[in-house]
């Protein structure tokens, strides 16, 4: 397991906190696959979305047609989970579909929450 994260990892800029807040500020899609309930218990990122892992690939390859509106091969997208883990081998497989400004978030949503960057109230729905 460490190989293929290692791998996945070897692809991605992964930016800490500020620098994913950064990209943020300058039009980046924060894509948020944790767990109802971490987001729940923990917060979220305000203004990311919110994609279940299990719909990564389809709402963000560049072709599919049940991409989210906007989402084009150029979209910067920074794909948070809760350690930046799971998030490594999503971004790394969106890159794999095409969508070659795909990374994650150094550290997860727990990085991004111990940096003091913004965090609202949990439980948004994800997008279906």
């Given at each position: 397991?460490?190989?293929?994260?290692?791998?996945?990892?070897?692809?991605?800029?992964?930016?800490?906190?500020?620098?994913?807040?950064?990209?943020?500020?300058?039009?980046?899609?924060?894509?948020?696959?944790?767990?109802?309930?971490?987001?729940?218990?923990?917060?979220?990122?305000?203004?990311?979305?919110?994609?279940?892992?299990?719909?990564?690939?389809?709402?963000?390859?560049?072709?599919?047609?049940?991409?989210?509106?906007?989402v084009s091969a150029e979209t910067v997208a920074v794909v948070v989970c809760n350690e930046g883990y799971a998030s490594s081998l999503a971004a790394a497989d969106l890159q794999r579909l095409g969508l070659a400004n795909a990374t994650d978030l150094a550290g997860g949503f727990r990085a991004w929450a111990a940096a003091g960057l913004p965090v609202q109230k949990g439980g948004s729905p994800a997008v279906p």
């Open positions: 397991m460490e190989a293929l994260l290692a791998d996945a990892r070897a692809a991605l800029d992964g930016p800490d906190p500020a620098r994913a807040a950064d990209l943020q500020a300058d039009g980046a899609l924060i894509v948020d696959i944790r767990p109802y309930a971490n987001r729940v218990a923990e917060g979220e990122i305000p203004g990311s979305v919110v994609v279940e892992r299990i719909h990564l690939e389809w709402r963000l390859a560049p072709d599919s047609e049940w991409r989210l509106p906007g």
